[in-house]
């Protein structure tokens, strides 16, 4: 009797082992799937990556500063050419 008992116990842990496998794989499957809507939803919201928007701010920051050095050389020029007139102006009136 107690090797018919066993038997049992043994038939009942097998089966539950399996049982255990089977949820494993089911989890696995879940959270793949999971992953796959998460990643199309992203996907569909035209989102963009860290590193994109880290670049695309860096050349903007960039672009601010040509910018500025820009208005600065144009401000210089311009005082040139101001001082020029007057110079030319004064020479005139002459």
């Not at 107690?2 to 842990?13: G, H, L, M």
């Not at 097998?14 to 696995?28: F, W």
């Not at 998460?38 to 960039?62: G, P, Q, S, W």
């Not at 820009?70 to 020479?91: F, H, Q, S």
Request: charged share 35%; glycine share 6%; net charge negative.
């Amino acid at each position: 009797m107690s090797q018919s008992n066993n038997r049992i116990f043994d038939e009942f842990a097998k089966l539950m082992t399996d049982a255990a496998g089977m949820a494993q794989g089911a989890k696995r499957e879940v959270e793949t799937a999971f992953q796959a809507q998460v990643e199309r939803f992203v996907a569909d919201m035209n989102l963009i990556h860290r590193d994109e928007f880290d670049t695309v701010k860096d050349m903007a920051a960039k672009a601010l500063d040509e910018v500025g050095r820009l208005e600065a050389r144009l401000a210089e020029l311009e005082e040139k050419i101001g001082a020029g007139e007057n110079t030319v102006n004064k020479d005139s009136d002459c």
